[in-house]
């Protein structure tokens, strides 16, 4: 796969119900400690990135702002959250098509209670292709409970060969249950 026309944005997604955690996030892109862990997204994509740490920076705002309210801080597009639910996308920047994410597990978290779960979905529309993402994150519990992972989505240009290139539509990235996450094959880091 050619580098020149892939674009890797990292994204958050972190809920909590009382209590939760607050890990290095998005927001803080300007640290040396971003540039490394990009550095490392890239090479797991078989690239280096390491000199466009800022180019990337500014690709990871394109879709939605960095959200913060409440108990959900993401970069996700929050479609609905209906109770305990939340049905967010990852957001394909314009000209662009989803083509494959990986999903940071050794620096996530989640509780006993908790699903996080995203799909490649390929369709057209505003916020439409992305990587969709369902998550649960139960109230009312004696303990915290909570969701907090970066995924890093690839991206390629509509005009790329995405069927060679990409993963399907529709496949299944991740599906994280309690401390479980069985994953879609190379979509670990």
Same mark, same amino acid.
């Given at each position: ?18 209590? !939760? ?9 300007? /640290?040396?400690?971003?540039?490394? #862990?990009?550095? +490392?997204?890239? =090479? +797991?994509? @078989? &690239? ?11 690709? *990871? ?8 309210? !409440?108990?959900?801080?993401?970069? +996700?597009? #929050?479609?609905?959250?209906? @109770? ?6 990852? *957001?394909?920047?314009?000209?662009? /098509?989803?083509?494959? *994410?990986? %999903?940071? %597990?050794?620096? !996530?978290?989640?509780?006993? @209670?908790?699903?996080? $779960? &995203? ?6 529309? =505003? ?12 109230? $009312? ?28 539509? $529709? +496949? ?5 249950? &309690?401390? $479980? ?5 190379? *979509?670990?880091?």
């Amino acid at each position: 796969m050619a580098q020149d026309d892939l674009l890797i944005v990292p994204h958050e997604f972190i809920a909590s119900e009382r209590g !939760g955690v607050l890990p290095k996030s998005i927001k803080e892109m300007g /640290t040396p400690e971003f540039a490394a #862990i990009l550095a +490392a997204a890239c =090479a +797991a994509y @078989g &690239g280096d990135c390491s000199s466009s740490a800022a180019q990337l920076a500014a690709a *990871a705002r394109y879709a939605t702002p960095y959200v913060s309210t !409440g108990n959900v801080r993401t970069t +996700a597009w #929050i479609d609905r959250h209906p @109770g305990e639910e939340y049905y967010a996308k990852f *957001a394909a920047p314009d000209g662009y /098509t989803t083509c494959k *994410a990986k %999903i940071d %597990i050794g620096n !996530g978290s989640i509780t006993g @209670g908790s699903t996080f $779960n &995203g799909s490649i979905q390929r369709m057209s529309g =505003a916020n439409a292709d992305g990587i969709g993402l369902y998550a649960v994150v139960p109230k $009312n519990r004696p303990s915290g409970q909570w969701v907090a992972f970066r995924v890093f989505v690839s991206f390629v240009p509509k005009s790329a060969d995405v069927a060679s290139r990409c993963w399907p539509n $529709n +496949a299944v990235v991740f599906q994280c249950t &309690g401390q $479980n996450c069985n994953t879609y094959s190379g *979509a670990r880091m």
